[in-house]
């Protein structure tokens, strides 16, 4: 048993999930009309509603012994210190100093070469090779190069400048650079190209297809004035070809789905302008600023950690469905997925022993209301229990008569539904009332029976602009945080990865026929030569 389960808080918690197994969503509901006062919880413009969630105070306060079990102020204390609690790595964890509102000097340096850039291009002083200003950016990176800016971006579609109008690839396969080229003209188009190592396969065989577009249409003394870089790895970025004044600079002790507050988050910066961006920074501020401060229960972060935790550990769910009621937000369940599920799915403990407890769900989710009509479905009648992250907009980012009030509609009705259910004299009663035969009600209720019961908390931002984009992230960067010291992780390194990108590397030669297959498993020897019959074949 881990060192977390021994714990009289962890021992508590399973008691009490015991008799939680017996008690339905609708019970608690009755029994305290003040649920949602004792279940709720505001600041700064935020509103977590957990009163769906199946706890009661008994279970929240022993979510709080669990919080200072964990020794998770302890933790929090060593993280802003800057010591290296990235022990698997040697690294200090401080995207919070990329956000400080008096930010060390070598992150002032480089914001202020942000301003200056973003300035130059929005003002169509940067000129391209053939002295036309820039009227498309691509950023080409992957995972925490990519989805935290490209997330934000399209977030933030209500504040963007009039231009540059900003892309995102990230994919190796070539179909996600070729469709996006397509569309550009090389004489206005820049890329980024944004790699903390500047090493990784997708980025690298991107930028060089990129840099031959260039070359291609405009020469090689273009490059120059059509290539910047935001990088760890400043020799590995010269190397490529890029000026190293076009660089710009972040720091190993920046995760990589933690940098978009750094320059990785320089296409964002450039579609919506350099003011938003200090102001999205502002909210991230803002955020920790309350992680740091507040009590456990009265402090988003935690909680929305602490819920987490019960569902997983003592309810026994294994996933989790993110469900914002924002179009805008649309990326926000992927941009999840890196940061929670690379964080925490992982299953040895900061001692190199097993963790010995359930640790990140399975994050997955759609906006609503498409996803309503998708998989919903099994989220009311398909047995499982599911948690549900309900995220929605008190004021409509882009406003049109009729569609915010019946979007916020759905979004409750959902989280009703999902909690209350249907029973089977309910349904039957509905039915009658429709002046249905009994015999034919009675074939058709069984259908219409909902479980209820299945926990979601709702989170309602006042708005979406680019401060509450920082609050909502940095609100889940330490959501993630807290899970990871209660499971005992090192939620900051990724040795998961690595397994498939070595064995990539060792295929390659085999299929693109530099080498015969060969020490491989049967399998992946009939994959390559069904392939390379194809190719021989086109
Ligand atoms: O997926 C593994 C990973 O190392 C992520 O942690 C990182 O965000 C991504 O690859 C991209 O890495 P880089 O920014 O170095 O290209």
């Known amino acids: ?49 957990f009163s769906k969630q199946r706890v009661s105070a008994d279970i929240m306060a022993a979510l709080f012994r ?7 102020p302890g933790w929090i204390t060593r993280m802003r ?103 550009l003209d090389p004489r206005v188009t820049l890329f980024i190209v944004a790699s903390k190592t500047f090493t ?29 870089a935001v990088s760890t790895n400043l020799p590995e970025v010269a190397k490529f070809g890029i000026d190293p004044e076009n660089a710009f600079e972040f720091w190993d002790w920046v995760g990589g789905r933690f940098s978009l507050w750094s320059a990785i988050g320089l296409p964002l910066a450039l579609a919506i302008g350099y003011a938003n961006f200090e102001q999205f920074l502002a909210g991230g501020h803002a955020m920790d600023e309350h992680f740091f401060n507040a009590p456990p229960a009265q402090n988003l972060p935690a909680i929305s950690a602490l819920l987490g935790i019960w569902n997983t550990n ?52 759609e906006p609503g209301t498409n996803g309503q009509h998708a998989f919903y479905q099994l989220i009311h009648q398909g047995g499982r229990l599911i948690p549900c992250d309900f995220i929605a907009l008190k004021q409509a980012d882009f406003a049109l008569p009729g ?50 019961n299945q926990p979601s908390s709702t989170l309602l931002l006042s708005r979406l602009d680019p401060y509450t984009l920082g609050q909502l992230i940095a609100l889940y960067e330490h959501k993630t945080f807290v899970q990871g010291i209660v499971w005992g992780l090192n939620s900051f390194d990724q040795w998961g990865v690595e397994l498939g990108k070595q064995l990539a590397v060792r295929l390659l030669p085999m299929l693109d026929g530099r080498q015969k297959a060969a020490g491989v498993d049967s399998s992946t020897q009939g994959l390559i030569a069904a392939c390379q019959v194809a190719q021989k074949a086109s």
């Open 1 to 49: 048993m881990s060192g977390i389960a021994k714990t009289p808080a962890w021992q508590a918690l399973s008691a009490l999930a015991e008799h939680s197994r017996t008690v339905h969503l609708r019970q608690l509901f009755g029994a305290d009309p003040r649920r949602f006062e004792d279940f709720s919880l505001e600041h700064d413009g935020l509103l977590l509603d």
């Open 81 to 183: 210190a800057g010591e290296p609690i990235n022990e698997s790595e040697g690294r200090a964890v401080l995207h919070i100093a990329l956000r400080d509102k008096q930010p060390r000097a070598e992150v002032k340096a480089v914001l202020e070469k942000m301003r200056r850039f973003c300035s130059d291009i929005h003002g169509g002083q940067w000129r391209g090779g053939t002295n036309e200003p820039i009227r498309d950016v691509v950023n080409i990176g992957i995972g925490g190069s990519d989805l935290g800016p490209k997330m934000a971006t399209q977030a933030l579609a209500a504040h963007h400048q009039p231009n540059p109008r900003v892309h995102f690839v990230s994919n190796l396969d070539a179909a996600h650079l070729a469709t996006t080229l397509a569309r």
């Open 314 to 365: 003592f309810l026994g769910a294994e996933t989790l469905a993110v469900l914002p009621y924002s179009q805008s937000l649309e990326q926000f369940p992927r941009y999840l997925q890196q940061l929670e599920m690379e964080s925490n799915g992982k299953q040895v403990g900061r001692d190199g022993m097993p963790a010995g407890v359930s640790t990140s769900p399975v994050v997955w989710g």
């Open 403 to 452: 569609h915010h009030a019946a979007l916020l509609a759905n979004c409750f009705a959902q989280s009703e539904a999902l909690m209350r259910g249907k029973t089977l004299d309910e349904a039957c009663r509905e039915l009658d009332a429709t002046g249905m035969s009994a015999d034919a009600a009675a074939r058709l209720a069984p259908f219409k029976v909902f479980p209820g």
């Open 66 to 72: 669990l919080w200072a079990s964990a020794e998770v």
């Open 200 to 228: 990784t396969q997708e980025t690298m065989t991107n930028a060089r297809s990129a840099r031959d577009w260039i070359v291609a249409a405009l020469g090689e003394s273009a490059v120059a004035r059509h290539f910047v």
